[in-house]
Nanobody, 122 residues
């Protein structure tokens, strides 16, 4: 079994900062991409916030460029998302995911965390 556990969400005032973490554990052979998505109140879909490959290549949503920085510790199977200059529009449930292979030679599968709430007050 594979688990992704997020932490670091909470309530912050506009202009403040938070740092999200997500640790993957269980039967893991390799992790390709780790990413953060978010689902804002009233939205039915999750949007990509940021992603990072095992080699360190990153991708960001335009709305967070320059404010959020994704990074990962491959030895710990953990991805981080420091978020600065937060605005009320960043309010959402943030979900971590990982595209990983549980076994050598096995298929790559996507796993999701349970989500962590980020609320930014004006």
């Amino acid at each position: 079994q594979v688990q992704l556990v997020e932490s670091g969400g909470g309530l912050v005032q506009a202009g403040g900062s938070l740092r999200l973490s997500c640790a993957a554990s269980g039967s893991i052979f390799s992790i390709n991409v780790m990413a953060w998505y978010r689902q804002a109140p009233g939205n039915s879909e999750r949007e990509l916030v940021a992603a990072v490959t095992s080699g360190g290549s990153t991708n960001y949503a335009d709305s967070v460029k320059g404010r959020f920085t994704i990074s990962r510790d491959n030895a710990k199977n953990t991805v981080y998302l420091p978020m600065n200059s937060l605005t009320p529009e960043d309010t959402a449930v943030y979900y971590c995911n990982a595209d990983l292979s549980p076994k050598r030679g096995g298929p790559t599968m996507r796993y999701w965390g349970q989500g962590t709430q980020v609320t930014v007050s004006s």
